[in-house]
């Protein structure tokens, strides 16, 4: 990943390119914190950009343009802090200025009683039926890349 990276930022060896990716990171954390985001949504982007970077390397693909992310409503991530995270490290790589087309799954619960599904509201995870609390999540843990378009 850091050779990929060193190639698209241009760093002529390893050691320039981790000083210049550990400048970039704290004015990222700066920028992020002065905004009331934690780090959770920028370790996200940056197993996103991975991803990415990875499958247009393979794929000799000159450009991303969109990336297509399956998110559960039990994930945590806060949508806004993850596409801010991710146009701040994507910046001068291949996938800058790539959209970021986020699917937000539902939080869905089967209970182990009765057998109904239900959408899980606020963290209430009683079955509206019987009223039990043993059930199984069906979704909304989710958190991932669907697809990717590239050039």
């Known amino acids: 990943m850091s050779k990929l990276l060193c190639r698209i930022l241009g760093c002529r060896s390893a050691a320039a390119f981790f000083l210049f990716y550990c400048e970039k990171l704290a004015n990222q954390a700066d920028e992020l914190t002065s905004r009331g985001m934690d780090m959770h ?5 940056e197993g ?3 991803i ?3 499958y247009a390397e393979q794929n000799e693909a000159k ?5 297509g992310l399956l998110i559960g409503e039990m994930s945590g991530v806060e949508t806004e802090a993850l ?8 910046a001068e790589t291949m996938a800058e200025g790539a ?3 986020i699917k937000r799954i539902p939080l869905v619960g089967r209970c182990g009683t009765c057998g109904r ?6 963290y209430d995870f009683w079955c509206p039926e019987c009223k039990d609390g043993v ?6 843990r989710e958190m991932q890349v669907e697809y990717l378009e590239v050039d």
Not at 63 to 67: D, T
């Open 83 to 90: 596409e801010f995270s991710f146009r701040m490290i994507a």
């Open 41 to 45: 949504e920028m370790a996200i982007a």
């Open 135 to 140: 059930l199984t999540l069906l979704s909304g």
């Open 63 to 67: 450009k991303i343009r969109e990336i």
């Open 117 to 122: 599904e239900f959408h899980i509201e606020h």
């Open 99 to 101: 959209k970021l087309s």
């Open 52 to 54: 990415a970077l990875d």
């Open 48 to 50: 996103i950009l991975r």
